[in-house]
């Protein structure tokens, strides 16, 4: 077997899409184009500049993609620990059209500043602000001032700005709710924004936004960048909740698992052999998209099978019969993978590895 697994042999062959080994993660390249360049779009067209999660799709790949569709690369979460600031700095020593790192705290504005010194290149800081679920940033206003001041007056450091990210706005079903929700912490952001400035630091970046509030932020004129990741795959809870107030979601569904039926026995439903260790389980049960009668539904059914449900009256699909499934959190179940299977309509085109899976 290669490194890229026992489907390497198909890639090529009309109608390999539908003779994969199985539990097998799916890109639709043509969906995850369009993505890519329907965010760019908007991005141009409201006068901001992306800045992308590569969290969600861990791919060198992708992340190419998306760096020829216009934006750079920001590390959202800190960095602190020697060998991750050595990974860095080292990151940074290559050409690159921007690269960007947050701090939160004055320790490792240090570090980072020490580092980047001894390798003889200033790095560019924003100070992240905790504005979402508090798991990083700055606590409060006065500590933001404090450590923006910081990084002014630290050599081997740029202040670039501010990053606040809002996560815990991103997934709210109800499109209403979500815009006036996003609106009011932006208005607190631009006080906070303003108050830097009339104290003489200069703050070009305001860093923020996400998949789910990407088309209600820009309204504030607050933020200079939109931190998406997500757009470019879609699941199961965004899609859901970005349908809200919209004929259909504003980006394609580009990622699925692929699974088969290996037990056929049961009244009413069908054992596949995707199970917990293909999907992510910190948000709703996977949705059918493929391969399976009308109203059918997916429910986990332990480690490595699933239990697809069957309607009352539907046929039942054939020992296996390959089902897609959208995944349920597009990040976490992506770590879960070594390599993506890239196809374009039903042929497998390429794999990709999922190259920082794991704890890389």
């Not at 890109?27 to 360049?37: F, P, Q, S």
């Not at 923020?208 to 470019?232: K, N, R």
């Not at 059918?296 to 699909?317: M, N, Q, T, V």
């Amino acid at each position: 077997m290669t490194a890229l697994g026992p489907n390497a042999r198909l890639i090529g062959k009309p109608g390999s899409r539908a003779a994969l080994d199985t539990p097998a993660l799916l890109v639709d390249r043509d969906a995850l184009e369009r993505n890519i360049a329907a965010m760019a779009a908007h991005a141009r067209a409201v006068g901001v500049v992306l800045r992308p999660h590569a969290k969600t799709h861990k791919s060198a790949r992708i992340a190419q993609l998306q760096v020829e569709a216009g934006p750079g690369v920001h590390i959202t979460s800190p960095q602190v620990t020697e060998p991750k600031i050595a990974r860095l700095i080292a990151l940074h020593a290559r050409p690159h059209d921007g690269l960007s790192i947050v701090v939160d705290h004055p320790g490792n504005l240090a570090a980072l500043a020490r580092a980047a010194r001894q390798a003889g290149k200033p790095l560019d800081v924003l100070v992240d602000f905790s504005a979402g679920h508090g798991r990083t940033g700055c606590a409060d206003e006065a500590s933001l001032a404090s450590l923006a001041r910081e990084a002014v007056n630290t050599d081997g450091i740029t202040l670039r700005g501010i990053q606040s990210y809002s996560g815990n706005l991103q997934h709210i079903p109800m499109r209403d709710e979500r815009r006036s929700r996003a609106l009011a912490q932006l208005e607190r952001l631009r006080g906070m924004v303003t108050r830097l400035r009339d104290a003489g630091i200069d703050v070009p970046i305001v860093s923020g936004a996400g998949t789910g509030t990407f088309d209600l932020d820009p309204a504030a004129h607050v933020f200079t960048e939109l931190q998406v990741g997500s757009y470019v795959f879609m699941d199961v809870d965004y899609l859901r909740a970005m349908k809200d107030g919209r004929n259909a979601p504003p980006f394609e569904t580009a990622l699925f698992v692929a699974t088969a039926v290996v037990s056929a026995n049961a009244p009413g439903y069908v054992t596949t052999d995707g199970g917990l260790k293909c999907f992510a389980t910190d948000g709703p049960a996977p949705d059918v998209a493929r391969g399976a009668p009308p109203g059918s539904r997916y429910e986990f059914f332990g480690d490595e099978h699933g239990k697809l449900i069957l309607a009352p009256g539907a046929p039942r699909p054939p020992l296996g019969a390959m089902i897609e499934c959208v995944t349920p959190h597009c990040d976490p179940t992506v770590n879960l993978h070594d390599v993506y299977h890239v196809v374009s309509g039903d042929t497998l085109v390429e794999i990709w590895p999922v190259d920082a899976r794991g704890r890389r």
